[in-house]
């Protein structure tokens, strides 16, 4: 969950009123946060880096409240502080609209197709006639640190650039150049740079060589003119120094370059509705409507409960069906759940009274996670030592280092992995108990490893595509393949679970080809008349890509069929 920090005075000034620690604990916890922690800046510093670099530093009670991590309108003290006066029913909820220039033509900003390859959405929006003190200006630049770090995806999904507009005249373009083709002095720097060298400086900034590979190897980058050709921004790592705003800013323009057009939309809303209370004229957006029907006779009651919610609600003529105006503040809600869950968090968990259930059930642990845990205890006895490994891997590990193709694992791929270690969801046991054995060579021979967890196999019957499969693995590493230990365990796992040697309901097995296996020793495994794994000694090659020097015997099995 994001953390926010706010002056605990300027909070109690905001609100109109002084609270104990206590009470705004509790209010704090009505309303669906959390009051993480009490503290300073000086007890920060001092707490990271001693009591010699605290010297000087702020006494200012600052309150860290904790908030969900999808209500992005409670990042900044000015939300924060809108949805606890409504909650508390001090200020009505807010009806957000449009306000268009008294003066001039609204302003526009032109997309080029040379966008389109490297960051192809845009949007943006103008704060008129706003006044900023020096808290509000801090909470604005606070804001947009926020949301770049939350909902932005730290700049890979969007970037938000302000600009005083005094000093730029539209209409403005979002185009994409190359590199060396952009020239403009970056904000608080002293002279001109291109794009391209701007990469070679900011590799060494602590804050910005964070966002450096989002563009660096493009071959065009994403950047905003005025109509004057004056840069305003090379999104998503610098501003312009030209347009940079200030605390005497009259009038703001905000651009949101973006992956996502969704996001854009619900970042920019989120900066425009946030502070435009600080504007002569608010600019709001018009909300949108959402009508959901509920079994309640207390529908005037619900009503009620969401208008404190921030959620504008009327009850329609039948008395049956509430009309929400959903206010852009609210990208959270999306289903008429989530409005049902705002009006219980406005009646107050705590509020609800405790029932006697209608209904009686006895829990009980599911089958298949019974059988996994008895099949553990034995193991153990067996000699066996359990691992516990990743879901996901590499694709190098379920293919590659077998020896297998990666079309023909069946394998889950990750949309946007962070690590080449973790692309896939796995599809077999086996990787991981091998890296785990290369990981403790040095432990003295010979290893007996297993592991009973689920792998994911692509599965087009299922509603997700995919499917979890309970598999048993176990593998076996010393300066002999033994082949006959896994052999026994595999004898062993059948006894327990009541599965006779023979064919039909028993169990048996037969030779078998597979590129993991060396040839010639490797079987597959059936009981009960269905192929339920395989089991042998594993070929040197998958040995060696491996890192390991010993041969290896192991078995795999599908435990699901047992229950």
Same mark, same amino acid.
């Given at each position: 969950?994001?953390?926010?920090? !706010?002056?605990?005075?300027?909070?109690?000034?905001?609100? *109109?009123?002084? %609270?104990? $620690? +206590?009470?705004?604990?509790?209010?704090?916890?009505?309303? *669906?946060?959390?009051?993480?922690?009490?503290?300073?800046?000086?007890?920060?510093?001092?707490?990271? =880096?001693?009591?010699?670099?605290?010297?000087?530093?702020?006494?200012?009670?600052?309150?860290?409240?904790?908030?969900?991590?999808?209500?992005?309108?409670?990042?900044?003290?000015?939300?924060?502080?809108?949805?606890? =006066?409504?909650?508390?029913?001090?200020?009505?909820?807010?009806? %957000?609209?449009?306000?268009?220039?008294?003066?001039? +033509?609204?302003?526009?900003?032109?997309?080029?197709? +040379?966008?389109?390859?490297?960051?192809?959405?845009? !949007?943006?929006?103008?704060?008129?006639?706003?006044?900023? /003190?020096?808290?509000?200006?801090?909470?604005?630049?606070?804001?947009?640190?926020?949301?770049?770090?939350?909902?932005?995806?730290?700049?890979?999904?969007?970037?938000? *650039?302000?600009?005083?507009?005094?000093?730029?005249?539209?209409?403005?373009?979002?185009?994409?150049?190359?590199?060396?083709?952009?020239?403009?002095?970056?904000?608080?720097?002293?002279?001109? %740079?291109?794009?391209?060298?701007?990469?070679?400086?900011?590799?060494?900034?602590?804050?910005?060589?964070?966002?450096?590979?989002?563009?660096?190897?493009?071959?065009? %980058?994403?950047?905003?003119?005025?109509?004057?050709?004056?840069?305003?921004?090379?999104?998503?790592?610098?501003?312009?120094?030209?347009?940079?705003?200030?605390?005497?800013?009259?009038?703001?323009?905000?651009?949101?370059?973006?992956? $996502?057009?969704?996001?854009?939309?619900?970042?920019?809303?989120?900066? !425009?509705?946030?502070?435009?209370?600080?504007?002569?004229?608010?600019?709001?957006?018009?909300?949108?409507?959402?009508?959901?029907?509920?079994?309640?006779?207390?529908?005037?009651?619900?009503?009620?409960?969401?208008?404190?919610?921030?959620?504008?609600?009327?009850?329609?003529?039948?008395? +049956? =069906?509430?009309?929400?105006?959903?206010?852009?503040?609210?990208?959270?809600?999306?289903?008429?759940?989530?409005?049902?869950?705002?009006?219980?968090?406005?009646?107050?968990?705590?509020?609800?009274?405790?029932?006697?259930?209608? /209904?009686?059930?006895?829990?009980?642990?599911?089958?298949?996670?019974?059988?996994?845990?008895?099949?553990?205890?034995?193991?153990?006895?067996? *000699?066996?030592?359990?691992?516990?490994?990743?879901?996901?891997?590499?694709?190098?590990?379920?293919?590659?280092?077998?020896?297998?193709?990666?079309?023909?694992?069946?394998?889950?791929?990750?949309?946007?992995?962070?690590?080449?270690?973790?692309?896939?969801?796995?599809?077999?046991?086996?990787?991981?108990?091998?890296?785990?054995?290369?990981?403790?060579?040095?432990?003295?021979?010979?290893?007996?490893?297993?592991?009973?967890? $689920?792998?994911?196999?692509?599965?087009?019957?299922?509603?997700?595509?995919?499917?979890?499969?309970?598999?048993?693995?176990? !593998?076996?590493?010393?300066?002999?393949?033994?082949?006959?230990?896994?052999?026994?365990?595999?004898?062993?796992?059948?006894?327990?679970?009541?599965?006779?040697?023979?064919?039909?309901?028993?169990?048996?097995?037969?030779?078998?080809?597979?590129?993991?296996?060396?040839?010639?020793?490797?079987?597959?495994?059936?009981?009960?008349?269905?192929?339920?794994?395989?089991?042998?000694?594993?070929?040197?090659?998958?040995?060696?890509?491996?890192?390991?020097?010993?041969?290896?015997?192991?078995?795999?099995?599908?435990?699901?069929?047992?229950?």
């Amino acid at each position: 969950m994001p953390t926010v920090s !706010v002056k605990r005075d300027l909070l109690f000034h905001a609100l *109109g009123r002084t %609270y104990t $620690d +206590e009470e705004f604990d509790e209010l704090c916890f009505e309303f *669906g946060l959390e009051l993480d922690e009490i503290t300073s800046e000086k007890d920060i510093i001092s707490r990271e =880096q001693g009591d010699t670099k605290a010297e000087g530093a702020s006494d200012v009670i600052l309150y860290k409240i904790d908030v969900p991590a999808n209500r992005y309108d409670l990042l900044c003290l000015e939300g924060l502080v809108r949805g606890l =006066q409504v909650f508390k029913q001090k200020m009505e909820a807010p009806r %957000y609209r449009r306000v268009s220039p008294a003066s001039s +033509e609204p302003q526009r900003l032109v997309i080029t197709e +040379e966008t389109t390859a490297v960051r192809p959405h845009a !949007v943006a929006a103008v704060l008129r006639n706003i006044t900023f /003190t020096q808290e509000r200006y801090d909470s604005f630049i606070e804001l947009q640190e926020k949301l770049h770090q939350n909902v932005c995806r730290k700049r890979t999904l969007v970037a938000i *650039g302000t600009h005083d507009l005094d000093t730029i005249s539209g209409p403005f373009t979002y185009t994409a150049k190359p590199p060396g083709d952009i020239r403009f002095k970056p904000l608080n720097q002293a002279k001109e %740079y291109t794009a391209q060298e701007l990469m070679s400086l900011y590799k060494t900034d602590s804050h910005l060589r964070h966002y450096l590979h989002i563009i660096e190897d493009e071959p065009l %980058y994403p950047v905003i003119y005025d109509s004057n050709g004056i840069v305003l921004s090379l999104p998503p790592i610098i501003n312009g120094d030209h347009s940079k705003i200030s605390l005497n800013t009259k009038n703001v323009f905000i651009e949101c370059t973006a992956t $996502d057009l969704t996001k854009a939309k619900i970042v920019l809303d989120m900066m !425009v509705t946030m502070f435009c209370e600080y504007c002569y004229l608010p600019m709001f957006k018009v909300c949108n409507a959402l009508t959901f029907v509920i079994s309640s006779e207390s529908t005037e009651q619900i009503a009620q409960l969401l208008t404190k919610m921030c959620l504008r609600s009327e009850v329609m003529s039948d008395g +049956e =069906q509430i009309e929400v105006e959903i206010p852009p503040t609210r990208s959270d809600v999306i289903h008429a759940c989530d409005i049902m869950e705002d009006a219980a968090m406005a009646y107050g968990f705590n509020n609800i009274p405790r029932t006697t259930p209608r /209904t009686y059930t006895v829990a009980s642990q599911l089958p298949l996670n019974k059988l996994s845990e008895l099949l553990r205890q034995d193991l153990a006895a067996a *000699g066996f030592t359990e691992a516990l490994t990743f879901a996901l891997c590499s694709q190098e590990d379920i293919a590659d280092k077998l020896l297998k193709n990666i079309s023909e694992t069946r394998a889950c791929h990750i949309s946007n992995p962070k690590t080449a270690e973790f692309q896939v969801a796995r599809t077999t046991l086996l990787s991981g108990l091998l890296k785990t054995v290369a990981a403790n060579r040095k432990m003295p021979l010979p290893l007996r490893l297993f592991e009973i967890s $689920d792998v994911v196999l692509k599965d087009e019957t299922k509603d997700v595509g995919a499917r979890n499969n309970r598999r048993l693995c176990a !593998v076996y590493y010393n300066k002999s393949p033994g082949f006959e230990v896994i052999h026994g365990l595999m004898d062993r796992v059948m006894q327990l679970l009541e599965v006779k040697p023979g064919q039909g309901n028993g169990y048996h097995i037969q030779a078998a080809d597979d590129s993991t296996f060396f040839p010639g020793r490797c079987a597959e495994i059936f009981a009960r008349g269905k192929s339920i794994g395989r089991l042998g000694v594993l070929h040197p090659d998958v040995i060696n890509r491996f890192e390991l020097t010993m041969p290896c015997s192991a078995l795999d099995i599908d435990i699901e069929p047992f229950l």
